[in-house]
């Protein structure tokens, strides 16, 4: 075993006070921030001592300790004891269980300052929440920090996610917007979306709100679909067409989702192939490789399919391809189309037409009676703008948004506010 790996086992066996544990297994991995950089984890699994074999279902039995450090750093980002039980002897234990111990707990855990870079977003009894910030105002893509602790004050779980810039990441301002400044964003971004009832297999027509950023000057937008993975994409936007089918069945091969990653990697920070940008060569192959799988496995569709962004991911460039003619239903018609990073060519995709067809065993949609118009006005009072430092991508930086949403929508037939959370 590597020297190096070897004293971060031992760094965490003392720390975590795992005297009663043994390593069971251990493995690297890595993962590329939003910021392009290469992150690389080592994630190990100790079980008590008590446990000789492991369970036949291959999950960790209850107690062991499942725990994740960031290789360069050597910060922690995930400690589990599965089940909340706990067998470490001199572990991490808090005498006091209140917010200040916790606070400075994690801020000398993490190198983060409270109320600058995390703020607490809710507690319950054995639990803290905190979620990412940026002197106070929310960040997205958000980060969050939990932890948890027994009766005795013994640690069960904590872990870290997200970037939580820095001062020299974030392009600061005062916050102007106002609502009236972006209702007829507002107004845009109210959508009539069938919503699914699984207990009354029925869809139900509600106006209902997608959320954006606008940003500062209220000049330009971001989607936020964007930033839900906090992942870069290459924007492609390309309508695919051909004039003739392959008959020829596509042959599917197996995908690999682990890489095997050495300890040379890990300590020398060697950056990801996932970093690397795709080239316009590669682009205009994997256009070509797309339409290929479409002429083979959906040859009437012409001009139907749309490849919208291709990304990175180990070892793969995968291409999002959705459907140019959408429904009004919650969720979309679309394809992933993994192609082999090296061969450019594709070797499996997903469809997500089956999980769609459950939807038309539902009970058809109830007559709209409700226009935009009336609808935005019923909820116009409800719409939420609120400041928020947002990534892009393009900038490098966080820039001051206003995310603008809404909690109700109103029921296209009934005239009805609900909570979207009720749906």
Request: with cysteine.
């Amino acid at each position: 075993m590597n020297s190096m790996i070897d004293e971060l086992i031992d760094f965490t066996k003392t720390k975590f006070g795992l005297d009663n544990y043994y390593l069971e297994r251990h493995r690297l991995y890595r993962n590329v921030n939003i910021f392009n950089d290469t992150v690389y984890t080592l994630c190990m699994e100790w079980f008590p001592n008590h446990v000789t074999e492991q369970e036949d279902d291959d999950s960790n039995p209850v107690g062991t300790a499942v725990i994740e450090i960031n290789v360069n750093t050597r910060k922690f980002d995930r400690a589990i004891f599965v089940m909340g039980e706990t067998y470490a002897i001199n572990g991490i234990t808090f005498p006091i269980l209140d917010t200040k111990t916790i606070i400075k707990w994690i801020e000398g855990e993490t190198g983060l300052t409270y109320g600058k870079q995390f703020q607490l977003h809710k507690e319950a009894e054995g639990e803290f929440q905190f979620k990412e910030c940026f002197e106070g105002i929310a960040v997205s893509p958000p980060g969050f920090i939990d932890i948890k602790f027994n009766q005795e004050g013994k640690l069960t779980s904590f872990s870290v996610h997200g970037q939580f810039p820095s001062k020299e990441m974030v392009k600061e301002g005062t916050y102007t917007l106002s609502f009236e400044a972006v209702e007829h964003l507002a107004k845009e971004q109210l959508k009539l979306i069938e919503f699914p009832s699984y207990e009354q297999k029925k869809l139900f027509p509600v106006y209902a709100v997608e959320e954006i950023y606008v940003t500062n000057d209220g000049t330009s937008t971001i989607p936020f679909e964007i930033l839900a993975d906090g992942r870069s994409y290459l924007k492609i936007d390309k309508t695919i067409f051909w004039d003739e089918p392959i008959k020829k069945l596509f042959d599917r091969k197996e995908i690999s989702w682990v890489e095997d990653i050495t300890a040379e990697q890990a300590f020398s920070a060697e950056p990801s192939p996932v970093s690397f940008p795709i080239t316009k060569e590669e682009e205009e192959k994997c256009v070509m490789a797309v339409e290929e799988l479409l002429r083979q496995e959906y040859p009437n569709d012409t001009g139907k399919w749309m490849l919208k962004t291709l990304h990175r991911d180990k070892g793969y460039i995968h291409s999002i391809v959705r459907a140019n003619h959408q429904n009004n239903r919650v969720f979309q018609r679309k394809l992933m189309i993994m192609i082999d990073a090296r061969s450019l060519h594709v070797v499996n995709y997903m469809d997500n037409k089956p999980m769609l067809e459950i939807y038309d065993q539902f009970q058809a949609l109830e007559k709209v009676t409700v226009t935009k118009e009336e609808a935005f006005e019923k909820i116009k009072e409800l719409f939420e703008l609120k400041p928020y430092y947002v990534y892009n991508f393009e900038q490098k930086q966080y820039i001051l948004c206003g995310k603008l949403d809404c909690q109700f929508g109103v029921h296209a037939g009934s005239d009805e506010v609900i909570s979207l959370d009720d749906l």
